[in-house]
T-cell receptor, first 114, second 111 residues
Framework: GAGVSQTPSNKVTEKGKYVELRCDPI?????LYWYRQSLGQGPEFLIY????????DSGLPNDRFFAVRPEGSVSTLKIQRTERGDSAVYLC????????????FGPGTRLTVL | AQSVSQHNHHVILSEAASLELGCNYS??????LFWYVQYPGQHLQLLLK??????LVKGIKGFEAEFIKSKFSFNLRKPSVQWSDTAEYFC?????????FGDGTTLTVKP
């Protein structure tokens, strides 16, 4: 079946602009995760959704970052007033029921802030 | 806070050599441990995981890992690597909805 998909695959924006990154999880998966991966580092947890609600958003670095999952399926990560330090690959993963269930990762969105 | 340390940043081996990648974590409670692999141009994917029970866990493609609680370690092993094992390997610990990853080890296998 279809895996996790993310759009766009690449996004180049200018400092101060607003961006939205989209994640389509595997159909039926209730848990959805966002991570950020900078060059030479492992994925860094941002936020975890169980259904429509954010079960844990403690990894969001500041209030410029926000994520939604209004219908419990597709999720959007929103970044306001982008900064050069936001440049990274943003990864999305989903799992069937959450908890320690296996997470399936998408290909990521490479964000470059000029 | 939990953390994961992978000691080897880049490992270069010849085909048929044995592999061991180190992973240490810091968290005192019950943890679930994972190894993920990212082949060139592909997504992160699960190699193996440990939740409980037998501390020696077998995964895909001949990989295995051993959980040693007293050493807070979860090292990845493979007796004989192949060129196709060239990839980046990440160790991760999961607890209460949050996964913490190490910085990864790049493995290059020379044919």
């Amino acid at each position: 079946g279809a895996g996790v998909s993310q759009t766009p695959s690449n996004k180049v924006t200018e400092k101060g602009k607003y961006v939205e990154l989209r994640c389509d999880p595997i159909s039926g998966h209730t848990a959805l995760y966002w991570y950020r991966q900078s060059l030479g580092q492992g994925p860094e947890f941002l936020i975890y959704f169980q259904g429509t609600g954010a079960a844990d958003d403690s990894g969001l670095p500041n209030d410029r970052f926000f994520a939604v999952r209004p219908e419990g399926s597709v999720s959007t990560l929103k970044i306001q007033r982008t900064e050069r330090g936001d440049s990274a690959v943003y990864l999305c993963a989903s799992s069937s029921v959450g908890g320690s269930d296996t997470q399936y990762f998408g290909p990521g969105t490479r964000l470059t802030v000029l | 806070a939990q953390s994961v340390s992978q000691h080897n940043h880049h490992v270069i081996l010849s085909e048929a050599a044995s592999l061991e990648l180190g992973c240490n974590y810091s968290y005192g409670g019950t943890v679930n441990l994972f190894w993920y692999v990212q082949y060139p141009g592909q997504h992160l994917q699960l190699l193996l995981k440990y939740f409980s029970g037998d501390p020696l866990v077998k995964g895909i493609k001949g990989f295995e890992a051993e959980f040693i609680k007293s050493k807070f370690s979860f090292n990845l092993r493979k007796p004989s690597v192949q060129w196709s094992d060239t990839a980046e390997y990440f160790c991760a610990v999961y607890n209460a909805g949050k996964s913490t990853f190490g910085d990864g080890t790049t493995l290059t296998v020379k044919p």
